[in-house]
Protein backbone atom coordinates (compact mmCIF):
# COMPACT_ATOMS: atom_id res chain seq x y z
CA UNK A 1 0.00 0.00 0.00
CA UNK A 2 1.27 3.39 -1.04
CA UNK A 3 2.21 5.91 2.13
CA UNK A 4 2.69 9.75 1.34
CA UNK A 5 5.42 9.96 4.25
CA UNK A 6 7.06 6.88 2.79
CA UNK A 7 7.55 9.13 -0.59
CA UNK A 8 8.07 12.82 1.09
CA UNK A 9 10.06 14.88 -1.22
CA UNK A 10 13.56 15.73 0.27
CA UNK A 11 12.93 19.52 -0.28
CA UNK A 12 9.85 19.23 2.38
CA UNK A 13 12.17 17.87 5.05
CA UNK A 14 13.27 20.68 7.47
CA UNK A 15 15.00 18.74 10.04
CA UNK A 16 16.50 15.05 10.23
CA UNK A 17 18.25 12.52 11.92
CA UNK A 18 19.11 8.90 11.48
CA UNK A 19 15.77 7.53 12.39
CA UNK A 20 13.38 10.25 12.22
CA UNK A 21 11.94 13.17 10.12
CA UNK A 22 10.71 16.38 10.55
CA UNK A 23 8.69 18.80 8.15
CA UNK A 24 5.67 20.61 8.36
CA UNK A 25 2.01 19.78 8.13
CA UNK A 26 0.53 20.34 4.78
CA UNK A 27 -3.31 20.95 6.27
CA UNK A 28 -2.11 22.75 9.76
CA UNK A 29 -3.58 23.47 12.73
CA UNK A 30 -2.02 27.04 13.28
CA UNK A 31 1.19 28.25 11.56
CA UNK A 32 4.25 26.20 11.66
CA UNK A 33 2.27 22.95 12.93
CA UNK A 34 5.01 20.07 12.07
CA UNK A 35 5.16 16.14 11.90
CA UNK A 36 7.58 14.13 13.27
CA UNK A 37 7.59 10.80 11.67
CA UNK A 38 10.05 8.03 11.68
CA UNK A 39 11.85 7.01 8.84
CA UNK A 40 10.66 3.40 9.11
CA UNK A 41 7.25 2.30 7.94
CA UNK A 42 5.15 1.46 10.81
CA UNK A 43 1.46 2.49 11.90
CA UNK A 44 1.39 2.03 15.47
CA UNK A 45 3.37 4.16 17.90
CA UNK A 46 3.49 1.37 20.44
CA UNK A 47 5.33 -0.51 17.43
CA UNK A 48 8.62 1.86 17.75
CA UNK A 49 11.59 0.88 19.03
CA UNK A 50 12.84 2.92 21.95
CA UNK A 51 15.82 4.38 19.47
CA UNK A 52 12.90 5.59 17.23
CA UNK A 53 10.91 7.22 20.13
CA UNK A 54 14.41 8.75 21.08
CA UNK A 55 14.73 9.96 17.57
CA UNK A 56 11.62 11.51 17.25
CA UNK A 57 11.76 13.08 20.83
CA UNK A 58 15.12 14.92 19.77
CA UNK A 59 13.46 16.04 16.63
CA UNK A 60 10.32 16.98 18.82
CA UNK A 61 12.60 18.70 21.35
CA UNK A 62 14.92 20.81 18.46
CA UNK A 63 11.80 21.54 16.58
CA UNK A 64 10.39 23.62 19.45
CA UNK A 65 13.39 25.99 20.13
CA UNK A 66 13.81 26.32 16.65
CA UNK A 67 10.06 27.20 16.12
CA UNK A 68 10.48 29.68 18.68
CA UNK A 69 13.12 31.61 17.69
CA UNK A 70 11.45 31.41 14.25
CA UNK A 71 8.03 33.09 15.41
CA UNK A 72 7.83 34.80 18.77
CA UNK A 73 4.25 34.68 19.49
CA UNK A 74 4.37 31.14 19.91
CA UNK A 75 3.81 31.10 23.54
CA UNK A 76 2.76 26.93 23.89
CA UNK A 77 2.72 23.93 22.04
CA UNK A 78 0.52 20.85 21.61
CA UNK A 79 1.86 17.90 21.39
CA UNK A 80 -0.47 14.75 19.88
CA UNK A 81 -0.36 11.27 18.17
CA UNK A 82 -3.23 9.35 16.95
CA UNK A 83 -2.96 6.02 16.92
CA UNK A 84 -5.32 3.60 15.80
CA UNK A 85 -8.77 4.82 13.69
CA UNK A 86 -10.76 5.26 16.40
CA UNK A 87 -8.02 7.94 17.81
CA UNK A 88 -8.65 9.73 14.69
CA UNK A 89 -5.35 8.49 12.59
CA UNK A 90 -5.84 8.85 9.35
CA UNK A 91 -2.61 8.00 7.45
CA UNK A 92 -1.31 5.03 8.89
CA UNK A 93 2.42 5.97 9.50
CA UNK A 94 3.61 7.07 12.66
CA UNK A 95 3.17 11.06 12.94
CA UNK A 96 3.76 13.04 16.20
CA UNK A 97 2.09 16.66 16.07
CA UNK A 98 3.86 19.61 17.03
CA UNK A 99 1.40 22.06 17.25
CA UNK A 100 2.32 25.87 17.82
CA UNK A 101 -0.07 27.41 19.74
CA UNK A 102 -0.62 31.59 20.47
CA UNK A 103 -2.00 34.05 23.34
CA UNK A 104 -5.51 34.49 22.19
CA UNK A 105 -5.54 31.82 19.39
CA UNK A 106 -9.03 30.47 20.95
CA UNK A 107 -11.01 32.09 23.66
CA UNK A 108 -10.31 29.63 26.33
CA UNK A 109 -7.66 27.04 25.99
CA UNK A 110 -7.64 25.39 29.02
CA UNK A 111 -8.27 21.25 28.84
CA UNK A 112 -5.94 21.47 25.74
CA UNK A 113 -5.32 17.93 23.88
CA UNK A 114 -8.36 17.30 26.06
CA UNK A 115 -10.88 19.02 23.31
CA UNK A 116 -10.26 15.39 20.89
CA UNK A 117 -14.02 15.03 22.80
CA UNK A 118 -15.46 18.48 22.80
CA UNK A 119 -17.71 18.61 25.82
CA UNK A 120 -15.04 16.48 27.91
CA UNK A 121 -12.83 19.90 27.17
CA UNK A 122 -13.31 21.52 30.26
CA UNK A 123 -13.82 20.11 33.51
Known amino acids: MYCIFCHLPETSV ?38 EVAAMHALLQRQQVRLKALDGTISGFNIGINVGADAGQTIFHVHMHLIPRRQGDLSDPRGGVRGVIPHKRKY
Open 14 to 51: IDSNALAIAFYDKYPVTAHHTLIIPRRHVADYFELTQE
